[in-house]
């Protein structure tokens, strides 16, 4: 088993509609973030979380650290938000190296 | 601040070869991140550096690879005798250490091994 696991694999909406995507963990972290990854391979960074909730325009990333669970969560989707959403812990103990899912590739139409 | 940047972007080179990638952190970084992905995974942790230090690897990193940090600026990556498992996108990403708090993370492109 994975100890960073992402649901779904594969999402396809329609232009406007609310999303949510979910991660759930397996160790002790210091800090999880969600990350998004368009073709050609760079990655940007959204959010860095430890305990409760952020809002960044259309986006917000909540946490659970009891349930060791995230959601990202985008409102009225839009096209350009296609990409591929990766969730990554950072290990306790203070290298705060990264483990990742596998990543959620959402396909917005118009 | 121009970001991480990271050289060359693609590579291809044939099995056997020896290849090497450099990663220029955020300047104030102390912290610096290589990772491997390859395709329709989530990246894989390699190594890391605090400042010129390297203070962790992972079994993933054989003999073949080494990295340097020298002066705690840029990194390298160096793969000798490239295999064709060797083909992965190879990230480099750094933050700011301050002990109690997370770093925020920065990400590089990438640089893309495509080993014949």
């Known amino acids: 088993k994975n100890e960073v696991e992402q649901s779904p694999q594969n999402l396809t909406a329609q232009e406007g509609e609310f999303i949510t995507i979910n991660c759930s963990y397996s160790v002790g972290i210091s800090a999880l973030h969600w990350l998004q990854q368009h073709p050609g391979g760079g990655i940007v960074s959204l959010f860095m979380?430890?305990?409760g909730k952020k809002k960044h325009g259309r986006l917000i990333a909540t946490i659970n650290i009891q349930e060791k669970h995230s959601s990202l969560h985008i409102t009225a989707s839009h096209p350009r938000d296609s990409a591929v959403y990766i969730c990554a812990v950072a290990a306790q103990g203070g290298s705060e190296k990264l483990v990742f899912g596998k990543g959620t590739k959402l396909t917005v139409n118009p | 601040d121009t970001g991480v940047s990271q050289d060359p972007r693609h590579k291809i080179t044939k099995r056997g070869q020896n290849v090497t990638f450099r990663c220029d952190p955020i300047?104030?970084?102390?912290?610096l991140y290589w990772y491997r992905q390859t395709l329709g995974q989530g990246p894989e942790f390699l190594t890391y550096?605090?400042?010129?230090?390297?203070?962790?690897k992972s079994r993933l990193l054989s003999d073949r690879f080494s990295a340097e940090r020298p002066k705690g600026s840029f990194s390298t990556l160096e793969i000798q005798r490239t295999e064709q498992g060797d083909s992965a996108m190879y990230l480099c990403?750094?933050?700011?250490?301050?002990?109690?708090?997370?770093?925020?993370?920065?990400f590089g492109e990438g640089s893309r091994l495509t080993v014949l």
């Open positions: 979380l430890s305990s």
């Open positions: 990403a750094s933050s700011k250490y301050g002990g109690r708090v997370p770093g925020e993370l920065f």
């Open positions: 300047s104030e970084h102390n912290r």
């Open positions: 550096f605090q400042n010129e230090a390297q203070l962790e």
